[in-house]
């Protein structure tokens, strides 16, 4: 079965450096999202892309935080600098179809610890 | 963009039925209520998506009522496995779609 890859699974880093992570979506799938996951909270929506253009990315914080998708396929997110209260669950998904009963797709996700 | 509110938490134990009810009053013609699933340390994942009436698959039944303005996910004989938060969701997806989820709700099953 296809899956949602992201890279890497784990990160420690230090304030103020800067980091980055990976997702590459179910081949086929236009849509791209980028969620937040806080420790004990829900998933919170960072920026959605439909193939390469950014749809919404009302709740990035876009004076450390960047993402692109390119070539509409795979999209990082970097964060510089890193701050304390980055310390999350970055989760990806993707999804297929438009307007439609398509379900998210996620991958494991990427847990970023800020020290 | 329908706002969902679901219980906090809930307790059953190994083999009851489990119902966890989500309301979403401002639920649009065109939306559709899925749920999903999520273990510690992994993301979410989709159990089940309706419209109206009932759906069921192998792992849930989903009972949504004619107005629409909330949703049951029903888990039949639970089992210590289906400890995980619950995520009732309400909207399409893709495209300019936005999903957005609540706090979920943390089932806890006990021996």
């Known amino acids: 079965e296809a899956e949602v890859a992201q890279s890497p699974r784990y990160k420690i880093t230090e304030k103020s450096q800067a980091v980055a992570f990976w997702c590459d979506p179910i081949?086929?799938?236009?849509?791209l999202y980028w969620y937040r996951q806080i420790l004990g909270q829900g998933p919170e929506l960072l920026v959605q892309?439909?193939?390469?253009?950014?749809?919404?990315d009302s709740q990035l914080p876009k004076d450390r935080f960047s993402a692109e998708r390119l070539k509409g396929v795979d999209s990082t997110l970097k964060i510089q600098p890193a701050e304390l209260g980055d310390s999350a669950m970055y989760l990806c998904?993707?999804?297929?179809?438009?307007?439609?009963?398509?379900?998210?797709?996620f991958g494991e996700g990427s847990r970023l610890t800020v020290l | 963009l329908a706002k969902t509110t679901q219980p906090i938490s809930m307790d059953s134990y190994e083999g009851q039925e489990v119902n966890i009810t989500c309301s979403h009053n401002?639920?649009?013609?065109?939306?559709?209520i899925t749920w999903y699933q999520q273990f510690p340390s992994q993301g979410p994942r989709f159990i089940i998506q309706?419209?109206?009436t009932k759906v069921t698959n192998e792992v849930a039944s989903l009972f949504i009522p004619a107005d629409r303005k909330s949703s049951t996910l029903s888990l039949p004989r639970v089992s210590l496995s289906d400890t995980a938060v619950y995520y009732c969701?309400?909207?399409?997806?893709?495209?300019?779609?936005?999903?957005?989820f609540g706090a979920g709700t943390r089932l806890a099953v006990h021996p």
């Open positions: 309706g419209y109206k």
């Open positions: 081949s086929g799938h236009a849509t």
């Open positions: 892309f439909q193939d390469e253009s950014v749809v919404d």
């Open positions: 969701l309400v909207g399409v997806s893709g495209g300019y779609n936005k999903l957005i």
């Open positions: 998904a993707s999804s297929s179809l438009t307007g439609s009963t398509g379900e998210l797709f």
């Open positions: 401002n639920i649009a013609t065109n939306d559709y």
